[in-house]
């Protein structure tokens, strides 16, 4: 398949507590982005992280891309019940459209 | 003002019939896509254009039928339903094929 994996399936945490989703690719990337997907909504981009960046940071959110291993993790720190959504991370390779992996359902619990 | 908005949300519809849903995006973006999500939550791309050219057709069935009338506009035009078309879908669009995407609300299509 040349979708990316994401895991946990599903996660399930109390407010504050941080929240880290994983996801893997096969081929190689210009870029891998996240976004969140609110129940019923469509989906928001969070943070594009480039092939030859490692880290990067907004707000509450922190990606790391390992190339590598052709992985990628968000963390959520401090969590709030505001960020319950489905987590996607995307990857971009040459000419393609995103292809998106299968999602991170998230639920923080107040 | 809605980046990108489609419509209608909702679509409920028999087997058999023909149907259309439209998109459009006000961020002077030259690339747009449909995507289709399954219900299992899976993204799966379906349609991408460039200034109003095809570029990518996945495999997609041919009662799919995308139409650009201009670079702000891309509808997606389904013949001849079938119960596994239902489906959210959505359209998106980017001001290039490797920088972010900005998506629809989606449009839930249910055949009956």
């Known amino acids: 398949s040349q979708q990316g994996e994401e895991d946990p399936q599903a996660l399930s945490i109390q407010e504050g507590e941080n929240a880290t989703m994983n996801c893997s690719y096969k081929t190689s990337i210009n870029n891998l982005q996240w976004y969140r997907q609110n129940s019923g909504r469509g989906l928001v981009h969070l943070i594009l992280i480039r092939s030859n960046e490692r880290e990067k940071h907004s707000g509450r959110l922190r990606v790391t891309l390992d190339t590598s291993k052709k992985s990628s993790s968000l963390l959520i720190t401090a969590s709030r019940a505001a960020d319950t959504a489905s987590y996607f991370c995307?990857?971009?390779?040459?000419?393609?459209?995103?292809?998106f992996g299968k999602g991170t359902r998230l639920s923080v619990i107040a | 003002d809605t980046a990108v908005s489609q419509t209608p949300k909702y679509l409920v519809t028999q087997m058999g019939n023909d149907k259309s849903i439209k998109c459009e995006q006000n961020l002077g973006h030259d690339t747009m896509y449909w995507y289709k999500q399954d219900s299992k939550k899976f993204l799966k791309i379906m349609f991408s254009?460039?200034?109003?050219?095809?570029?990518i057709n996945e495999t997609v069935p041919n009662r799919f039928s995308p139409k650009s009338p201009d670079k702000a506009h891309l509808n997606l035009h389904i013949n001849s339903l079938e119960l596994g078309d239902s489906a959210v879908y959505f359209c998106?669009?980017?001001?290039?094929?490797?920088?972010?995407?900005?998506f629809g609300q989606g449009t839930r299509l249910t055949v009956v």
């Open positions: 998106a669009s980017s001001q290039a094929r490797e920088t972010e995407a900005f």
């Open positions: 995307a990857r971009n390779s040459g000419n393609t459209p995103l292809v």
């Open positions: 254009y460039n200034n109003k050219e095809l570029i």
